[in-house]
């Protein structure tokens, strides 16, 4: 399907030194922003207290973070989860409240907030068990707030997370490399990896400098931007190794620039479905999917950026030819073996 035919090819690769050097340039700013500044890691990386409460009605999520910031938490992580009655409130660890007694103490600040007060409540299950839970009642005995779970995310446990991430990356990337230089040839892969690459770091330099939290939810977005951006460069691999068998006589950055020329509107049509529905999600998911959206627009966009100008461009470089996609053919010997 194609919106569009453009007859003439664009001269990318004419350009292509211009614009890696502003991807290099990009890429530098974005590790000295992450050496210099560091991730605003989240409670689940860093450590902290993970409570859940239950509400009523449709619990105001601006009125509990304003709470939780007047006992000086900042930037404290107000979600609502399964129904808009629950939130799921996620707090660092800071100086001022112990961390043994913060779930105590920013639930009775929750709890005055809604003009209450906080009690045991004895519950009893379909199973017929009997659960204690601190609830919050008003002055006409009614429930307006009830204390579900707490969780303490120690240190180790953030670091156990922090690793198991970074394993998680390094397994996609030995994946996809492998995977290219399988489909195609090795210097497509080293291509599509630097490509990869250049897309993570610069989405962790764009959190690093404006210190936007980083999250699970951040990082599997991060690895799907990975695969998002391998099936940008496969598109354009595989219209290169279909142009050698086709363009004989043509160049190999004349072949590259008919690939990307060639493959635009499909990359408008496929990029800009997704950039909508990503927008949908940062504009109306609210803060759940904030830095969800946030991290996967960044991905999209410096993808289709990154394999026109950074993974075609390496694989010109890195002399890929004809030969290394297309074996030749054989002529048979007119004698077939016969030896006079």
Known sequence: MEFFRIKKDIPFMR????????????????????????????????GG??????????????GIR????????????????????????????????????????????????????????????AKGEHIVKTGCLDSAGVESVVLQKVEFVGPQVGDELTQNGLNALVVVIIGVMIYLA???????????????????????GFFAFFQWEFSLTVLAAVLAVL???????????????ENFRKQRKASVHEVIDN???????????????????????LLLGGPTLHYFAIALTIGICFGIYSSVFVAAAVAMWL????????KPIKEKDETDGAVV
């Open 182 to 204: 399988i489909r195609f040839e090795w210097k497509f892969a080293v291509a599509a990896i630097i490509a990869n690459l250049h897309d993570v770091v610069i989405i962790l």
């Open 66 to 125: 304003h709470t939780l910031e007047g006992m000086g938490y900042i930037e404290p992580g107000v979600t609502s989860f399964d129904t808009a009655r629950d939130v799921m409130i996620r707090l660092p660890v800071i100086k001022t409240v112990s961390g043994a007694n913060s779930s105590q103490l920013v639930f009775d600040a929750l709890c005055k907030a809604e003009q209450g007060v906080s009690k045991p409540m004895e519950s009893v299950t």
């Open 49 to 62: 207290t993970v409570m859940e409460v239950k509400y009523p009605k449709a619990a105001n999520l601006e």
């Open 259 to 281: 690939a990307i020329t060639s493959t635009i509107s499909r990359t408008i049509i496929t990029h800009g479905c997704t950039q909508m529905m990503v927008l949908s999600m």
């Open 15 to 46: 350009h292509a030194l211009i614009f890696n050097v502003i991807s290099a340039l990009t890429f530098v700013a974005a590790v000295f922003f992450l050496v210099q500044k560091g991730l605003h890691l989240s409670v689940e990386f860093k």
């Open 319 to 326: 002399g890929v030819k004809r030969e290394d996609l297309i």
């Open 227 to 241: 695969g998002y951006s391998v099936n940008e460069s496969v598109v354009i691999f595989d219209r290169i190794r």
